[in-house]
């Protein structure tokens, strides 16, 4: 296994916020960086200003929302597979998987799924489903697999400031936290609570009621690890530092770092 530095981060709309993600890339070197709601069509991607930073990569573009892309430093990801399988009908850019540094990595974005109850409830719990049984066809391998991503669920009370202002949202729903666990279940590590598993780790803060000055935030961006690679976890962090720049994503990249050797 190769030192790895494998991020995921929520653009929140990458023209608008391409001198943000530039600099963050400069300044933290990710070798592997999964990008989500990039918010611009396949032909928008500004693919060169990224091989000008040193970085190959693919993308899964949608106008106006949705969109995912994987960025390898000093390497092209190989593509292996665009779109969760189970729904011909679902055209959503939310999913996109490559082979990079040695690794399956697969960047998801899940649907947020408000309001709830209602159609776009239904289609996060059906897409998380999916994603479920997808998940444990990748767990079986014997290939090291990340699934990165911004997963719209806060799996604990703990991943919350305070649950009691969202509990009607779609990110706190029972049935979305089970379906969560479920995937844990599957024998995934989740990456930051495997090293932090009492603190309170934020990766989201919304534009309203200052909450990112007062740290009210939410754990939604999650690196899981299957079974072949989470022995080589070694570190794991959120780049708090990006939400603070100037038209800033409401999210902020977290991290995780893999060693060549297994942890003991």
């Known amino acids: 296994m190769k030192n790895l530095r494998i991020a995921t981060f929520n653009i929140n709309g990458l023209r ?22 990039l918010k611009a069509a396949d032909k928008d991607f500004p693919a060169l200003d990224f091989e000008a930073a040193g970085y190959g990569a693919i993308w899964h573009g949608q106008a106006s929302w949705n969109g995912v892309a994987i960025l390898a430093r000093d390497a092209q990801p190989l593509e292996s597979r665009r779109g969760l399988p189970g729904d011909d009908a679902d055209l959503h850019s939310r999913y996109l998987e ?19 109850p209602g159609p776009k409830f239904d289609y996060k719990l059906a897409w998380f489903e999916r994603l479920i049984d997808y998940a444990r066809l990748l767990q079986d391998s014997e290939h090291p697999v990340v699934l990165a991503g911004d997963y719209n669920v806060v799996p604990t ?15 706190l729903q029972p049935e979305s936290r089970e379906c969560y666990q479920r995937l844990l279940a599957q024998g995934w590590t989740d990456s930051l609570r495997r090293l932090y598993p009492q603190d309170r780790l934020y990766t989201f803060w919304d534009y309203f009621r200052q909450h990112w000055q007062k ?17 080589y976890l070694h570190e794991a962090g959120v780049d708090a530092w990006v939400r603070n720049q100037p038209h800033a994503s409401d999210h902020a990249p977290c991290w995780i770092r893999l060693a060549s050797r297994k942890r003991r």
């Open 157 to 171: 009370d703990l991943d919350i400031y305070n649950p009691r202002s969202w509990l009607k949202d779609a990110l």
């Open 16 to 37: 608008a916020r391409l001198p943000n993600l530039l600099e963050w890339l400069e300044r933290e070197q990710p070798d592997i960086a999964c990008l989500q709601e």
């Open 98 to 116: 490559a082979a990079v540094h040695g690794v399956l990595v697969g960047c998801l974005y899940l649907p947020n799924g408000n309001p709830q």
């Open 215 to 231: 740290n009210s935030g939410l754990r939604i961006d999650h690196l899981l690890l299957n079974r072949a690679l989470s022995p």
